[in-house]
């Protein structure tokens, strides 16, 4: 039987997929999490190594007390509960790139649990739960290509072991890819404002794996899920994720049994391929890490640590709506990256009206920032220069036209607003006799359009006022010029 495309979509609607993340974050600590070992990436390879995260025999774990602090940190912005005690456990597996055979990790007692995220979901908010945020170290590289005899053997870099992570589980409360994209969007989002991470993904400091399931809509049981690995950006997680769900569903309509196991996403042909069947969590026989102590967090260490949490995005846009009358949009693009709020707070002290400083970041700067591919702490226009621009628009002193002419020749000149304001000095005419004077030789010039005006066609008005515009070069004051032109058409 040959199946159309309608009776695909309707297949489809009667499935509805379950979808949990797992995100490892690599915490911005100098040193490793259980030696001294530099964390810094790109040193040259094995030269970040010592015999604790080289795996020899006798060599002791000792855990960094800033990796606590990180994680602690990351685990109550995201709302998690800590827990006051929390074990280090082995889990057992071979691989290269593990040199002890082992990778100490939290199992059954992690630091934190129960916390959320909120992502915004069909016009409100939707709560994603997170199961569990744990430490754990992480392993070595194996390197298949860059040396010269890279077409026979594999070379083992183990600057990585040892470096801290967080793994950050979500609960399988994640409905669609577009949640599943919300929902990593936020989690980097608030991560990158504890200061605990740089999430750079090209660098490994954020990684992300997807389980996904499909299951008949209103089935209260998962079906059998798949485990996408290693996915290296936000969006090729949500196209992997759509891909797995389709493929989940056509193997379920086809009669077909979805196997688990894990996954890995090509992202040039945008399709998942299997690379081997899971191996279940009591593969890894995980046992209590006999050379750690339980790890201890008490009351007067998170009150600490508490002190150090600094206000979140969501709070912080909360506050801006409130403080500077700006629209819930406005404060969600100004806040993100974390950079931007701070330097867009400081010229919203500084000028008169802060919801028009919240529109030429947006519209006048930071369109031209992006459309020259710089980054806002890049910006030949300090936020005292936009400041500065916005109270003077404001003061009718310059119009909006010659705003964006100043901004034009700031980035040209790669200079700051004042500095070339100072030098260019454009004068506006607000001098009432003299506009009047140029709209008479506009009216005298088009007696056509005015006849038109007069016989009720309204919008000619505009093509004078644009015709006043070009005789000034856009220098007189456009309220007074309007105002001006009505009385004399009467
Ligand atoms: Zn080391």
Redesign the pocket.
Known sequence: MSTTPADSVTARAAYEPVIGLEVHVQLLTAT?IF???STRFGAPPNSN??P??LGMPGALPVLNKKVVEFATLAAMALHCRINETSIFARKNYFYPDLPKGYQISQYDKPLAEHGFIETPSGGGKKRIGITRLHLEEDAGKSLHEGFPDADEKTAIDLNRT?VPLIEIVSEPDIASPDEAYEYLTRLNEIILYTGVSDCNMEEGSLRCDANVSVRPRGQKEFGTKAEIKNVNSFRFIREAVQYEIERQIDVIESGGKVAQETRLYNSNEGKTYSMRSKEQAHDYRYFPEPDLLPLIVDEKWREKIAAELPELPEARRARMVKDYGITEYDAHVLTSPKSLADQFEEAAKAAKNPKRVANLVQSELMGRLKARNIAIEQTPISMRGVAESADLVEAGTISGKMLKDLYDLCFERSQDFPAVYEKEKPQQITDAAAIEKIIDEVIAANPKQLEQYRGGKAQVFGFLVGQLMKETRGKAKADLANEILRELLG
Do not use: D, F, N, T
Request: proline content about 0%.
């Open positions: 490793k030696c001294s070992c190594v010592c604790v995260c040892g």
